[in-house]
């Protein structure tokens, strides 16, 4: 099985940490272990824990914990994963096999155009209208999903929109897969990161066909416990826990304990606040940031998520723009081709405003060179 390269993880992981000013995340900026133990994480009775293996699906505590998210849910239901990319991957695995076709929502984070396409199934994408605030095409939504779908992937909210799908639209998604037999997965990691609107609803419950992913890198701020979970029908969740046996067979001792701290209701609400804080803080200077370039980016107000995912008025494509502030500035963001759609940026905005603010300019100081931007007038 030859594994083609995840393009914007392996330019992340070979640069977020040697930049000077690194925009290309997509969660709030981490929570510290002090922040975590004024949520009542004791670290001291954490001092004299064995450092053996843990569970390998998770703890009967967490899991039990992670329960009172969705209801109706046993912790047959539910596995604790290496953060929620692990989560996919077992959900890609057990669910499709060499011939099936999958339908993947584009733009997205696209995880899971590799590992299917390794092991011979066929992807199908269908595109969000920029157009349309990020709504789904329908007519190439019905043309992706066919009788030979197996598997369907969407990002709710979306990574890298930010766009929160209706429930109209969640209620025809599902109908279409149950119509076809096919397993919905839909990665709701960033639930809890919405700006201003209400909690996005979660797909679980909908169908005995969906299949929901989320962890704690996102909304909660603390992607270094590389904490995530499925949710999905017992048998199926069952299977996913025997193909993780033979990846990394189960999550860190340390992280499970800590996350039990982290998704306990009042805490969890907490950590939502924050995160919403820090975007409320960052969201007007990243506004007129875009906006003073006299027109040359174009966007759709995100609902939710620690990013923009901009248009810009340039032939120069996405990745030679952003390889260009890279070396000449040491600033990354993410080219909109490592999305699934050319000729966007995403960038960051879930950081301090110092930080943020001094990446910006780095960024603009490349924009400015663009032949295509005229200061004050058209483009």
């Known amino acids: 099985m030859k594994m083609e390269t995840f393009e914007m993880e392996r330019m992340q992981s070979t640069w977020e940490n040697v930049v000077e000013y690194d925009l290309s995340e997509s969660g709030i900026r981490a929570v510290s272990l002090r922040e975590l133990t ?8 954490a001092m004299d824990t064995p450092l053996g293996y843990s569970q390998s ?38 669910a499709l096999q060499g011939g099936d076709d999958m339908a993947l929502e584009v733009p997205n984070y696209m995880q899971l155009w590799g590992p299917p396409r390794s092991f011979g199934a066929r992807i199908n994408t269908f595109p969000l209208d920029f157009t349309s605030s990020w709504e789904p095409d329908w007519d190439g939504f019905e043309r992706a999903v066919s009788e030979k779908t ?34 919905l997965l839909a990665d709701e990691v960033y639930i809890g990161a919405e700006r201003e609107r209400e909690r996005t609803p979660s797909f679980w419950g909908m169908s005995d066909r969906v299949i929901v992913t989320s962890g704690l890198s996102k909304a909660y701020g603390i992607p270094g416990l590389r904490i ?28 499970d ?59 120069v494509p996405s990745l030679e723009l ?28 879930g950081g301090k405003p110092d930080f943020l603010q001094e990446g910006r300019r780095r960024i603009g100081a490349e924009i400015e060179k663009l032949p295509e931007l005229v200061r004050g007038g058209d483009l």
Not at 38 to 45: Q, R, S, T, V
Not at 63 to 88: D, F, H, K, W
Not at 281 to 296: A, C, I, V
Request: with cysteine; charged share 25%; glycine share 8%.
């Open 322 to 349: 952003v390889r260009n502030i890279l070396h000449r500035q040491s600033t990354l963001i993410i080219p909109g081709s490592h999305l699934g759609m050319e000729g966007f940026l995403r960038i960051w905005m």
């Open 150 to 183: 197996r598997l369907v992937y969407i990002s709710n909210p979306n990574n890298p929109t930010g766009a929160v799908l209706s429930r109209d639209a969640m209620r025809r998604i599902v109908e279409r897969c149950e119509r076809v037999g096919a397993y």
């Open 57 to 94: 699906n998770g703890t009967i505590e967490l899991r039990e914990l992670l329960t009172e998210q969705y209801p109706g849910t046993s912790i047959e239901n539910i596995e604790v994963t290496n953060g929620t990319s692990e989560a996919n991957y077992l959900v890609a695995l057990v």
């Open 38 to 45: 004024e949520l009542g994480f004791d670290l001291e009775e």
């Open 257 to 315: 304990i800590m996350a039990r701290t982290a998704v306990e209701p009042a805490n969890r609400k907490r950590l939502y606040d924050r995160t919403r804080e820090i975007l409320r803080q960052n969201l007007k200077s990243m506004q007129e940031w875009l906006d003073g370039f006299g027109g040359f980016f174009t966007y759709t107000p995100h609902e939710a998520g620690a990013f923009y995912f901009v248009k810009y008025a340039s032939e």
């Open 228 to 255: 995530g979970w499925m949710v999905g029908p017992k048998d199926f969740v069952t299977e996913c826990w025997s193909q993780h046996d033979y990846i990394t067979i189960g999550p860190n001792k340390l992280s």
